[in-house]
């Protein structure tokens, strides 16, 4: 690692791409592990916290790391792939330490961690040797000024009680991440510290992380919510998250939930829990982009630049007779949007439909709702009732929610190879 720098900052590391000697990403980036030693020695890095294909995290030890330059992360490719277990000898730097509650010996200056850095000693092991200890905003700053001193200089961090921890630089961290990533590093905190991030998270930033964790660990996070909270986040996620959520809750629990919510919410989570499980109508969302016969081309583009839009919704619009709210009128056709592209703007969507598309019926099955995604290759097909009015749409990401196993999201063997000691 002779080309490395001298110091490496935590909270840049995360998230940076780690490559294989042909240059090759095999991974990111989550978070460091180190060996605690006393209060006043530095604490020697053991390695990066990876996460590799399937969101599966992995130790990666520093002898295997060759470089870090460039905003990349290089090793020698020589990985075990079984998944990171943290020892009870060992703290996570991202996890554990930042926004850890200290203060500078021999000042009256107290804060939190905002970062803290790594060198590698004459020794070539890496040690935690810097802290950027940042003091709390003072009248209308914002922010307090943050100071940069050595390891033994500060008091506190050799604790690891709950109380001397916040979660203000962490939130920053995953504000920045995709909700997949995210919720990853969520799930691998410690109790205590995922229950002071969950408080601190706003309802729709943890609404987007609830809907990509394991089904457990979104039973748990919202019974440790007040129910008025709980039905706030539950308004912010897509109906049908929202109803597999509640189907896994206690009958009285989703009751309260559900009463607490605001009604037009309450309506459509309501509806989706009325259909046999794993069907069209269970698995669909009743938010599609829906637009009257005479809407334009313009009008079709402007609604599925919506940025909440996932693209397997926005590839579809639905052009339905009043009203225009699912269930809707009588579905009078799709039109699919690279279609869309090759038309005027000033041209109505009904001129462009795609009137011969099949749509499916909310009882069919989930074998039934795959076959048709891949005859006709579509991401997102309509649902509709006995009488032709749309009743929502199954997208391919529903579909695959549904079809893996059960715990697919935190699952080992989606990782790559097996491997033996996470040491090796």
Request: net charge negative; glycine share 8%; aromatic share 4%.
């Amino acid at each position: 690692m002779s080309t490395a720098p001298s110091r490496v900052y935590a909270a840049r590391l995360v998230g940076l791409p780690i490559f294989d000697p042909q240059g090759d990403q095999v991974g990111k980036v989550r978070d460091l592990v180190v060996a605690m030693r006393t209060e006043v020695s530095q604490p020697r890095v053991l390695g990066l916290v990876g996460e590799v294909f399937g969101r599966r995290r992995i130790f990666v030890p520093m002898t295997r790391v060759t470089n870090i330059a460039s905003g990349q992360v290089y090793t020698t490719g020589l990985l075990n792939m079984r998944r990171f277990e943290q020892r009870s000898t060992e703290t996570l730097v991202i996890g554990q330490m930042l926004d850890r509650n200290v203060t500078i010996r021999g000042t009256e200056v107290a804060g939190t961690v905002s970062d803290v850095a790594m060198e590698q000693g004459r020794t070539r092991d890496w040690v935690l040797s810097r802290v950027a200890v940042t003091e709390p905003g003072r009248g209308l700053r914002r922010r307090g000024q943050t100071h940069v001193v050595e390891w033994s200089e500060v008091h506190g961090l050799g604790r690891a009680d709950a109380d001397t921890q916040g979660a203000t630089h962490l939130l920053h961290a995953l504000n920045e991440m995709r909700p997949a990533d995210a919720a990853t590093v969520i799930h691998d905190l410690p109790l205590e510290r995922r229950t002071a991030v969950v408080a601190a998270l706003d309802d729709e930033r943890l609404a987007d992380v609830l809907e990509e964790l394991p089904e457990e660990d979104q039973v748990e996070i919202l019974e440790h919510l007040d129910s008025e909270r709980a039905a706030d986040v539950l308004e912010e996620m897509s109906p049908d998250d929202a109803a597999d959520l509640i189907a896994d809750l206690p009958p009285e629990t989703a009751e309260i939930l559900l009463d607490l919510m605001e009604p037009d919410e309450a309506e459509d989570v309501r509806r989706l829990l009325s259909y046999v499980e794993n069907t069209a109508g269970a698995m669909m969302t009743p938010e599609p982009v829906i637009l009257g016969p005479d809407a334009t081309i313009a009008d079709a583009l402007a609604h599925v630049r919506n940025p909440d839009l996932t693209p397997a919704l926005a590839a579809i619009v639905y052009v339905c007779r009043p009203p225009l709210e699912t269930p809707t009128g009588k579905l009078l056709g799709v039109a699919h949007i690279q279609r869309l592209l090759r038309e005027p703007p000033s041209t109505l969507v009904a001129g462009a439909l795609d009137k011969s598309l099949e749509s499916l019926r909310p009882e069919a099955t989930i074998d039934e709702v795959a076959a048709h995604l891949a005859t006709y290759n579509l991401v997102c097909a309509p649902v509709v009732d006995e009488n032709g009015h749309l009743l929502g749409a199954v997208t391919v990401d529903d579909l695959l929610d549904h079809m893996l196993p059960a715990g697919w999201r935190d699952r080992a063997s989606f990782g790559r190879g097996a491997g033996g000691g996470r040491r090796g």
